[in-house]
């Protein structure tokens, strides 16, 4: 099913996320998945800890999501949006207007999660011009990431992001401290001095502040303290400017609530959506806003400049709304609460480990951080003879299992990286 040729050719002709085509990082090629395993084409079985980054929320080949792909294939597999509406468009948005703060009330679709993060920032810029203001600029906190597409690679982490090649190159945009007060320390005021400094510097120039609520993923695996988002949501509101939730990476349950901004009791202006949309099935992303600032987006200049080809693609909508339905039916709340039960025994079994900095863990999101940097290659193949799947970056090892995930599953990719701690040679000095 898969030969030394095709490795080859892989090698020499395809691009994988983040690596050289020179010197790449070694693959392995999976050949079918199912549950919360993938199965590598030499037959071995690996359990997943990372729901193919945040999305697989019901594991794999979920015969619902499967069976709605499949019904919905025999109507059609793709319209386009322009001009033309569907059912599976009209039934998902209706369960999204549904399941997110009654204040978001119009949903554009796209692609992606960066698509749709671009569209967010689009959605900010042009509500100003329609009340006659050009805002060019974003705020945003450091250690953030937004996406890969030149706009959302603005706004993250410019120094230590995997972005930080493109400085001059993306438009210039304002940068607070990352929050340093976890999730669970207690409150500190003082947290917010730059940030207050940075908005009354320039809010007279900003179309928003964009961030992730609580968990900032990519840039560093950070959870912070829910009233930073409360207040960041309260200066918002006083200087009317509008908030974007990143909510990308952290939505549909992942950090325990069905969003993250939920931690807070905030409603951002404007709310993005993706990587779980489709149980990890289609790529398919979502921008919610309020009617307000649709309205205004269109008093001014009429429509919003945006519109990709695959649109509201039927399947993917299909198979989101299925997801969603799953959602609903609310097995994820108790299924995420005893992730973090299990998760949280790390902290007795790695905190006092001699490469281990931190063990942090909020809903189904475990994250081990480590002293030095991770030699990413030879881990990754020790994990792979542990029959486990796990892919960290930079120093942190991190486990974001489908919500379907067994104790037993759990425990053997605590172990590996029990394990592969005690490996000098998996890290830098
Ligand atoms: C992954 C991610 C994105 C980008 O989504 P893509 O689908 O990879 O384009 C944006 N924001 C956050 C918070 C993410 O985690």
Not at 274 to 291: I, V, Y
Request: with cysteine.
């Amino acid at each position: 099913m898969f030969n030394f040729d095709d490795f080859t050719f892989d090698r020499q002709h395809i691009w994988h996320p983040y690596t050289s085509m020179r010197n790449p990082l070694p693959c392995y090629a999976v050949v079918a998945a199912k549950g919360c395993c993938l199965e590598l084409a030499d037959g071995r079985k690996l359990v997943d800890g990372m729901s193919s980054w945040w999305s697989a929320i019901h594991g794999y080949n979920h015969q619902r999501l499967n069976h709605a792909l499949k019904k919905q294939i025999d109507y059609m597999s793709h319209v386009m949006f322009g001009g033309i509406t569907h059912p599976a468009a009209v039934s998902l948005c209706r369960k999204l207007v549904g399941i997110t703060p009654k204040e978001l009330q119009c949903v554009f679709l796209s692609d992606s999660g960066s698509v749709a993060v671009e569209v967010s920032m689009k959605m900010a810029m042009q509500y100003w011009l329609g009340r006659g203001e050009k805002r060019p600029k974003f705020l945003t906190i450091k250690g953030g990431y937004h996406g890969d597409t030149l706009s959302a690679m603005s706004v993250c982490d410019p120094d230590n992001s995997i972005h930080s090649l493109w400085r001059g190159f993306v438009p210039k945009n304002y940068f607070t401290v990352a929050p340093n007060c976890s999730f669970y320390s207690s409150w500190n005021e003082s947290e917010l001095d730059d940030f207050y400094k940075k908005v009354e510097q320039h809010h007279n120039n900003l179309a928003a502040i964009i961030l992730e609520p609580i968990v900032q993923g990519v840039g560093g695996m950070r959870f912070y303290h829910p009233c930073y988002l409360q207040r960041v949501r309260e200066v918002c509101s006083h200087y009317g400017l509008l908030l974007i939730a990143d909510e990308i990476a952290t939505g549909f349950g992942r950090t325990g609530k069905l969003f993250a901004c939920e931690h807070a009791d905030i409603v951002p202006d404007i709310m993005c959506l993706g990587k779980a949309l489709t149980g990890g099935t289609m790529t398919l992303a979502a921008t919610l806003t309020t009617n307000d600032i649709a309205h205004t987006i269109s008093s001014a200049t009429n429509c919003l400049m945006h519109g990709p080809t695959f649109m509201g693609n039927p399947l993917a909508c299909a198979v989101a709304c299925e997801s969603l339905s799953l959602i609903i039916e609310g097995k994820w709340f108790n299924q995420v609460a005893n992730i973090e039960k299990h998760l949280k025994k790390m902290y007795v079994s790695l905190n006092n480990h001699s490469r281990v900095a931190d063990v942090r863990v909020l809903g189904a999101i475990g994250v081990i951080e480590t002293h030095q940097y991770i030699n990413i290659a030879a881990i990754q193949e020790f994990f792979v003879k542990q029959d486990v799947w796990i892919r960290p970056f930079n120093k942190v090892i991190y486990l974001i299992p489908p919500y379907i995930i067994t104790y037993k599953q759990l425990d053997k990719l605590i172990n590996a990286i029990s394990e592969a701690l005690d490996h000098s040679d998996f890290f830098y000095y």
